[in-house]
């Protein structure tokens, strides 16, 4: 590569990180990124709740395994809630709402449906549901943010 070439390619790599640093750069569109993510996140959350309605039955059961009081109520309500804010999280419609909700509910689930340190024995998928349960913790917290600065 000649002295000039170089100094032209350099020039270019400043004037693109000047750009990253003013804005978002021209080849990834945030807004669309951040849509997909949102659908993704919320159609999984959405089916994730018509399986446990499907289920219903086995979802009590576990619900009452794990210690949940009134687990035939609670255990519809958590589905019904989870159904809804992903179908809102999806549909971005009532975002704070929708996203506040998936939150709480992630928050309050892991930590009482997925305690793997309190499992004897193989607790593997346990620990498996608890930490995905926590990058969806995390997800929520994400798309909470943005709701609130839009």
Do not use: K
């Amino acid at each position: 590569m000649s002295d000039a070439t170089a100094s032209d390619a350099t020039a270019s790599d400043t004037a693109a990180d000047s750009d990253d640093s003013a804005g978002s750069p021209p080849t990834i569109d945030r807004p669309s990124l951040s849509r997909i993510g949102r659908v993704l996140f919320g159609l999984g959350l959405a089916l994730q709740a018509s399986e446990d309605f499907r289920d219903m039955d086995d979802t009590v059961e576990y619900a009452e395994s794990a210690g949940v009081p009134m687990p035939e109520l609670a255990a519809p309500f958590a589905s019904g809630m989870m159904l809804v804010c992903g179908l809102g999280i999806a549909l971005w419609r009532f975002p704070r709402i929708a996203t506040g909700g998936a939150a709480t509910f992630l928050a309050v689930v892991t930590a009482t449906m997925h305690d793997f340190w309190n499992e004897e024995g193989d607790a593997s998928g346990e620990r498996l549901a608890f930490f995905g349960n926590l990058a969806m913790f995390g997800a929520a917290l994400a798309f909470l943010r943005e709701a609130y600065r839009r």
